[in-house]
């Protein structure tokens, strides 16, 4: 058993206590009998309501070296009554790859970070997940990065539109050197997904929908984001030199706003106009 192993198990068997101790029997639709020594519900509670054995929850809240799947940890996690951050910190410390709830996926930003973006303008701002998705935008951003194909994907997604629209229409110029920095970056986020059937179906489709990018995901290469000068096409302005800045998110795990700025004074100029 790795060190990091023998740190988490007694983490794992701590948590679980606590949070089971938090769940009364009257939380969970059942009587609270008498003379309760346990101040939540018991460990054969817990281990019935989620439909695992006795022992096999006895070890678990013990920290012994058990394995455990993810829909157990989900059965556990509803009896425990658990919120999202909390199941993903169970996941985290039973070293079981997590899976965000459909539900728990972000959809949106709040008010305040759209704000935030929108103040930044005349700089091209955007909310971008790990994944590449895009969130949110300010209108200097659609202007001059967003090209009809990013439109219709469903969730709008950077890669799916640079692996997939015709060279002509991509508003990034140099594809051959940028693009496979992206994939890098992508697969960095990735390692924290392995197994996760939304990262798996999105890799898969992905790699169907453009060779190039199964090609350049093939390599393995992980480069972590970072600032970076991109030259981009617009018809109106010709060429431009932008850097681009990521800030995080407080509140939003693994999203970042992403801002653009002139690179020299003709882009400064161009980006203006």
């Given at each position: ?87 993903e910190h169970l996941y985290r410390l039973a070293e079981v790859p997590f899976e965000p709830a ?22 091209p701002a955007v909310v971008y997940n790990s994944r590449y998705d895009i969130l949110a935008t ?72 453009s060779p190039y990018f199964a090609e350049l995901w093939a390599s393995g290469t992980v480069t ?50």
């Amino acid at each position: 058993m790795g060190t990091t192993t023998q740190r988490r198990r007694p983490e794992l068997a701590s948590f679980l206590r606590v949070r089971r101790a938090r769940v009364t029997p009257a939380d969970v639709g059942m009587p609270p009998g008498l003379r309760r020594r346990t101040p939540g519900l018991r460990r054969e509670e817990v281990a019935q309501l989620s439909g695992v054995g006795v022992t096999w929850y006895t070890w678990l809240e013990q920290g012994r070296p058990i394995n455990a799947s993810a829909q157990v940890l989900d059965a556990v996690a509803r009896t425990l009554r658990l919120d999202p951050p909390e199941r993903e910190h169970l996941y985290r410390l039973a070293e079981v790859p997590f899976e965000p709830a459909p539900e728990g996926l972000t959809r949106r930003v709040d008010p305040e970070v759209q704000g935030i973006i929108d103040a930044l303008e005349p700089l091209p701002a955007v909310v971008y997940n790990s994944r590449y998705d895009i969130l949110a935008t300010n209108p200097v951003y659609r202007d001059l990065f967003v090209v009809p194909q990013t439109l219709r994907i469903g969730v709008p997604n950077v890669l799916w539109t640079l692996f997939t629209v015709p060279e002509e229409t991509c508003p990034v110029m140099h594809r051959d050197r940028e693009l496979p920095v992206m994939v890098a970056t992508l697969r960095s986020a990735y390692g924290r997904h392995v197994g996760e059937r939304a990262w798996e179906e999105y890799i898969r489709g992905l790699s169907a929908a453009s060779p190039y990018f199964a090609e350049l995901w093939a390599s393995g290469t992980v480069t972590p984001p970072g600032p970076r000068v991109k030259t981009f096409r617009h018809e109106a302005v010709s060429v431009m030199r932008m850097t681009s800045q990521s800030l995080s998110v407080d509140g939003m795990p693994e999203c970042r706003i992403v801002v653009y700025t002139p690179a020299d004074e003709d882009s400064r100029a161009r980006s203006r106009r």
